[in-house]
């Protein structure tokens, strides 16, 4: 017996068991409404990279990627139960404009690494990879410069989405947090500081959304003392395409140094999706009240 023989025709009528219709290596772009956009659409995620196991399992359904950055708003929504979720700041640069003498300070690989642990909680590390402050004093008045450089502090946080991560036009979250000092001597201030933020979004149609925080927090000043420290921020996002997203912003905190004063800023940027699971931003803040400074930065976000 020749098993050829048998073995082809076998193969041919076998076919329609494994052919599909549909490409399972692609996925339907998705809106970039998710961050400062309209609307909530799930979407099938990519498959998996086994071809076996990409055949025989169904996409799942998740919701679209959203971020916190770039904004220093909170977003609302949260990342996918079982999910990672890397939010980094490639650059920042922070320049005061108040003073003659050169102050300026370098962020290198900002990192905010989330795991989505429900389907409406995750958990959030912020860790600064690398800071750089450098000062270039003022001799004429027996001021000295200083040069300092070292990783920064830990700061872990837990979203909790209380309604609006699927779908509506209005959705909520609260962020308890708390920052570890763990950076090197002067580049942080060696102090535990912590709080809680209240954030909400509203699609106001037209492919606008408005989003805000409110933030309540104990941080520390000059003599090491903490200080209750509130702070507002609002953000409008406009929805160009359905991969390009700009924004605008207000953001205020009050501060204590010598006395209390507020830190106000005016903040604009853009975020690109170049695929539904990896989105590029940049912007700046502008400081123009309290510590004035501008702020540039450029950073990528990605899940799987």
Known sequence: MNPARYLLPALLLSAPAWAVTDDPWTTKPQKLS???????TITPAALPLNPDQAIQTKAEEVRPMATDRPDQTDGVYTVPKGWWQFETGLLSYS????????????IWGEVNAKYGLTDSIDLQLIWQAWAENRYRGDPGNGEDGFAREGVNDLV????????????????MSVVPFVKIPTAKHKIGNDMWEGGMSINSEVDLGGGFTLGNTIYAQALADNDDTLHFSPTVTAVLGYEVTDSLVVY???????????????QTSFDAGFMYSITPNVILDAGANWFFRGDEAINPFVGLSWRF
């Open 95 to 106: 320049r005061r404009l108040d003073t003659d003498n050169r102050n300026e300070s370098f």
């Open 34 to 40: 998710d961050r400062l956009g309209t609307s909530r």
């Open 248 to 262: 605008g912003e207000i953001y205020g905190q009050n501060r204590v140094d010598t006395e209390r004063f507020w």
């Open 156 to 171: 872990a946080r837990v979203k909790f989405n209380l309604f609006g991560n699927d779908g509506g036009s209005w959705a």
